[in-house]
């Protein structure tokens, strides 16, 4: 390993002083580091650090930074590996006080690289955006109940009536899919899913889909209070209003994103240790 970037989340408040401590490991060990701390706004670029090659990139965040993180580096194929200054850090690969261990790992190679599918997201025919998590559809402001018409490679398969939608990809399966009632899904796998956000219905429940299908969505007119029905937000980050009748396509993005992940441990010691009893 000769070069990595380290990327912090600069609104936690160990980002400082664990950036500093990451970034001596390395140049102890004679790596040449680049440091970027990102503050999640607009103006925060990366430009200056793709210009360079690096191996990897170790992420310090929660699992919101290490998914904009992911996202941002994966058209130039640079795997993430997150350290948990969060809460709960499901994706994160440690938790702080594992740093010295868990580098001496990295450095040593002993792990792997797992690629995570995305979404492209397209509004009336325009590219939107991708997302490694997910994109949701939820209703706007004063907005009451909203439905969403469901329909997968062109034939129709339901309505939901609700607070909206999530389309979620494996890696966003511990996500918002998992509090809305969603299923767990292994973060490699090739699949869509489809979780209903508080339906108004006993029987509405997840569906599952093939990472080759295409899913329209479409905002159905419920009860007219505003002007936007809707809003369309993808990983969380970026948002856009819609109004009824837009027509929404979703699929999987030629893009994929890249996890480091130690051998010493899997997708099911995490799930063990985040979420079992």
């Known amino acids: 390993m000769k070069k990595v970037y380290v990327i912090a989340n600069a609104g936690k408040a160990a980002a400082v002083g664990m950036t500093e401590k990451v970034r001596a490991f390395f140049l102890e060990r004679g790596i040449a580091c680049t440091v970027l701390m990102d503050d999640f706004s607009e103006q925060t670029s990366y430009d200056s650090i793709l210009k360079e090659d690096a191996e990897c990139a170790v992420v310090l965040?929660?699992?919101?930074?290490?998914?904009?993180?992911?996202?941002?580096?994966?058209?130039?194929?640079?795997?993430?590996?997150?350290?948990?200054?969060?809460?709960?850090?499901?994706?994160?690969?440690?938790?702080?006080?594992?740093?010295e261990r868990v580098l001496e790992a990295l450095v040593a190679g002993e792990y792997r690289v797992e690629e995570r599918m995305m979404l492209e997201a397209s509004i009336e025919g325009k590219v939107f955006g991708t997302a490694l998590n997910d994109v949701v559809i939820t209703r706007n402001g004063f907005s009451r109940i909203i439905s969403v018409s469901i329909m997968v490679n062109g034939k129709p398969v339901c309505d939901y009536r609700g607070d909206g939608v999530i389309v979620a990809t494996p890696t966003g399966s511990t996500g918002y899919n998992l509090s809305a009632g969603g299923p767990v899904v292994a973060p490699t796998a090739e699949l869509i899913l489809i979780t209903p956000i508080c339906p108004h219905s006993l029987s509405a429940r997840s569906?599952?889909?093939?990472?080759?299908?295409?899913?329209?969505?479409?905002?159905?007119?419920?009860?007219?209070?505003?002007?936007e029905e809707a809003i369309i937000t993808l990983d969380g980050q970026k948002a856009k209003e819609l109004s009824a009748e837009d027509?929404?396509?979703?699929?999987?993005?030629?893009?994929?994103?890249?996890?480091?992940?130690?051998?010493?441990c899997s997708f099911f010691d995490a799930l063990h240790r985040k979420l079992g009893n």
């Open 61 to 99: 965040g929660g699992d919101g930074t290490l998914i904009r993180v992911a996202a941002r580096l994966a058209e130039k194929r640079i795997p993430v590996f997150g350290i948990n200054l969060g809460t709960l850090g499901f994706l994160t690969g440690a938790e702080s006080v594992e740093t």
């Open 207 to 227: 569906i599952l889909l093939s990472g080759e299908d295409e899913l329209h969505l479409v905002v159905r007119e419920e009860k007219k209070t505003q002007d």
């Open 247 to 264: 027509r929404i396509v979703i699929r999987r993005s030629g893009k994929k994103a890249y996890f480091i992940q130690l051998k010493e």
